[in-house]
């Protein structure tokens, strides 16, 4: 462990919220701020895409399924091998108004889209005397995802077919992962095992 009080004018200290490198805002400010600069910068919808997705209940829907769907959503289309996202003015069901995203702010904004529809990502942690192993079932945005790099990543099942990401965090620098998953609103559940139990 380092005493931080030696450390004082020797080193640049820095808060965990700091390192991360989340929006210092919050998930619910920066997602507000978001969606009003969307808002305000709508144009008219494309008539050629296709394929489009919005964000709902917590799961992609395919907006051609969606017949009574109202309002302004996150919405995503593939062009090519890639997916293009985009903030949508639906309307009976129908595109009416759209103005992009970058990848990383979509994946942000889904976070709180989902927690805010009762719908988090959620989490088990389970805790180990030196370790503490999670299942990711979706990626983090970028700076979140920095703290899982104070562990490792497991390699799938040879089975292949899974979704979900396996990763191994040393206990001690797990606050940081709790702190950018709950930043995440993510339901996180931790569980204590006793050492030597898988």
Not at 8 to 15: F, T
Not at 158 to 169: E, H, K, L
Request: proline letters at 6%; aromatic letters at 8%; one cysteine or more.
């Amino acid at each position: 462990m380092i005493d931080v009080d030696a450390c004082a004018g020797r080193i640049d200290l820095w808060e965990p919220q700091e390192w991360i490198g989340a929006p210092l805002e919050g998930l619910q400010e920066w997602s507000i701020q978001l969606l009003t600069k969307a808002k305000a910068q709508l144009k008219p919808a494309l008539n050629e895409l296709a394929d489009v997705s919005i964000r709902t209940s917590g799961n992609w829907s395919a907006l051609s399924a969606c017949a009574t769907a109202e309002g302004l959503f996150l919405a995503k289309c593939r062009t090519g091998p890639r997916f293009e996202y985009f903030v949508a003015q639906v309307s009976r069901g129908h595109l009416r108004q759209m103005t992009g995203l970058r990848r990383d702010e979509a994946s942000r904004l889904q976070f709180y889209l989902d927690a805010q529809a009762g719908y988090p990502m959620k989490v088990q942690a389970h805790v180990w005397q030196s370790h503490v192993r999670l299942r990711l079932s979706r990626h983090l945005p970028r700076e979140e995802a920095r703290a899982l790099l104070l562990g490792w990543q497991l390699p799938p099942p040879s089975g292949g077919g899974a979704t979900a990401t396996n990763y191994v965090i040393p206990r001690e620098v797990f606050p940081l992962v709790r702190q950018a998953l709950t930043g995440l609103c993510v339901d996180l559940t931790e569980r204590e095992f006793a050492e030597g139990r898988q």
